[in-house]
């Protein structure tokens, strides 16, 4: 399937979603886990479910609410219940740098801000959670004013 026919695909069934959803009067965070299930369920979860499920989870932060709680009913629908328990015990640790210790290290506010964020917090998932402050700043002296 290529990207147009996935972004049709995914129209239209959001659209029944919002029909169903003012037929069965579904709360809007049923109406939000059914969009999180259509979106992720075709995902690939490697042989790594609960790093797959660890990284979502980051990916997602602050950006889906009660994202753990939707990503244990994607674990659900696609089979993988092994990995619920192990993933429950788990919590996304606090990333070690943020948007002030970046503007404090001189990265300038803006655009330049959120892409280092991105860039950084892509470094944090790949060392497995586990960089320090000091190694992601070192990385952050790529978007500091020249």
């Known amino acids: 399937m290529n990207e147009k026919e996935f972004s049709d695909m995914f129209f239209f069934v ?34 790594d479910t609960l790093r797959y499920c660890q990284d979502l989870t980051c990916d997602t932060a602050g950006k ?3 994202n753990k709680e939707k990503i244990i009913e994607l674990l659900k629908y696609t089979g993988h219940h092994e990995v619920i328990d192990s993933f429950k015990q788990w919590n996304l640790p606090n990333m070690p740098v943020n948007g002030v210790t970046l503007l404090e290290a001189g990265v300038p506010r803006g655009r330049k801000l959120a892409i ?16 320090t402050r000091e190694q992601l700043l070192e990385h952050a002296a790529d978007f500091v004013k020249k």
């Open 64 to 66: 889906e609410p009660k």
């Open 116 to 131: 280092a964020l991105d860039a950084l917090r892509k470094k944090w998932k790949e060392s497995n959670y586990t960089s």
């Open 14 to 47: 959001r659209i029944q979603i919002y029909k169903m959803r003012q037929r069965l009067k579904i709360s809007n965070f049923e109406l939000s886990m059914g969009l999180f299930l259509m979106l992720h369920r075709e995902d690939d979860l490697g042989k």
